[in-house]
């Protein structure tokens, strides 16, 4: 069964992604959760309306992802991580911590998958996280993990 999501859901796809779920996951949850619609011809064609009007959306928001870009390029941010003695990190750090930092400091608030950490960090040190604000405009972030 096809389902259009109407809201990015972990394991299953992102917003507005067409996907092939098993017909009693998508009767039964997704459809009456409102997470999802059926993907027939007539949904399809108010997709492409609707990522259409939302590309144009985020076109029109082009110049104030610049600015927030501005604001924290060549910035450090300080995340506080429990770890081990050796420096080994407890957990894992997160797109939603950065978020949160980015937030608190810079008054940025910025979604959580549009933050990338290529590297896995699992030790105290510096990292680089980079923040896709718009497809033209991204910005690299430095993070530096520190002991709790």
């Known amino acids: 069964m096809e389902i259009i999501l109407l809201q990015s859901l972990d394991n299953v796809g992102y917003k507005h992604d067409i996907v092939n779920v098993k017909p009693g996951f998508g009767r039964n949850y997704?459809?009456?959760?409102?997470?999802?619609?059926?993907?027939?011809?007539?949904?399809?064609?108010?997709?492409?309306?609707?990522?259409?009007e939302e590309t144009a959306?985020?076109?029109a928001r082009l110049e104030e992802y610049r600015e927030m870009a501005e604001k924290i390029k060549g910035e450090t941010i300080q995340i506080g991580v429990k770890s081990g003695t050796s420096g080994k990190i407890f957990g894992k750090v997160t797109s939603i911590q950065i978020a949160n930092v980015l937030k608190e400091k810079y008054d940025i608030d910025i979604e959580r998958k549009k933050i990338d950490i290529p590297e896995d960090p699992k030790e105290i040190g510096s990292y680089t996280a980079i923040i896709k604000f718009h497809p033209e405009v991204t910005e690299e972030l430095t993070l530096d993990l520190i002991k709790e």
Request: no cysteine; proline share 8%.
């Open 30 to 52: 997704l459809i009456p959760q409102g997470f999802g619609v059926i993907a027939n011809p007539t949904n399809r064609k108010k997709l492409e309306k609707l990522i259409a």
């Open 57 to 59: 959306k985020e076109n």
